[in-house]
Structure formats: structure tokens, C-alpha cells
């Protein structure tokens, strides 16, 4: 996984930023690069609204299970 923390995720979707190093994990996780992530190109913008949410949800969903199994 992105090995990034549940409260990461939440000041992510507080702030709407993350650093270089979190937006890199992220990306390598979802398998796409961070210009994906980011849609700073035109051509992937529309995959930008659709990827990030879920991937932050995903996210914070395998956090809260990890979590709870410890």
C-alpha cells in the first residue's frame, strides 16, 4: 500500500495538499504518476476527480482495519 497514515489522509482531504513524498506514495500505489494525481495536465483531469476520492476512502479504509486487527 501507500504506507501513509490515516491522519495524513484526513489533513489531505482537510487541505486539499500533500506533500511531494505522500503524492508520490499515492501514486505508486494507485500505479499512476503524480501528474496523474495531481491532473496537472488537462488530459487527466477528469481521472483526478474520480481517482483521488477514492483513493483517499481506500485508503482510510485499510488504516481503520489495520488498525483495528493490532
Do not use: K
Not at 28 to 49: C, G, I, K, N, W
Not at 57 to 69: D, I, N, Q, R, S
Request: hydrophobic fraction near 45%; charged fraction near 15%.
Amino acid at each position: 500500500m501507500a504506507d501513509v497514515s490515516v491522519r495524513t489522509i484526513q489533513r489531505i482531504e482537510t487541505s486539499g495538499t500533500a506533500s511531494l513524498e505522500t503524492t508520490r506514495a499515492l501514486a505508486s500505489a494507485l500505479s499512476v504518476s503524480s501528474d496523474q494525481l495531481l491532473a496537472t495536465s488537462p488530459e487527466y483531469r477528469s481521472l483526478s476527480h474520480f481517482v483521488v476520492p477514492i483513493v483517499l476512502l481506500v485508503t482510510f479504509a485499510v488504516g481503520y482495519w489495520l488498525g483495528t486487527l493490532g
